[in-house]
């Protein structure tokens, strides 16, 4: 069985490969899909802003 720590160390590499993923799309990005990649992350992850900032999807 696994505890409460194990999912959540589990959800957290889920995010984080998930992100790098989405870090490399944004490199190509165009605008609307830029847009589209923002609302991803703000509905995946807490702090999302500084995230997005930093992959270059602000306006």
Same mark, same amino acid.
């Given at each position: 069985m696994?505890?409460? $720590?194990? $999912? +959540?160390?589990?959800?957290? &590499?889920?995010r !984080?490969?998930?992100?790098e *993923? %989405?870090?490399?799309? @944004? @490199?190509? @990005?165009?605008a #609307? +899909?830029? *847009?589209? %990649?923002a609302a !991803?992350? &703000?509905r995946?992850?807490?702090?999302? +802003? #500084? %995230?997005? +900032? @930093?992959?270059? %999807?602000s !306006?």
């Amino acid at each position: 069985m696994r505890n409460e $720590r194990h $999912r +959540e160390l589990a959800r957290r &590499r889920t995010r !984080k490969k998930k992100l790098e *993923q %989405l870090k490399k799309r @944004a @490199a190509t @990005a165009s605008a #609307s +899909e830029k *847009q589209v %990649l923002a609302a !991803k992350i &703000r509905r995946m992850t807490p702090g999302a +802003e #500084s %995230l997005i +900032e @930093a992959f270059g %999807l602000s !306006k």
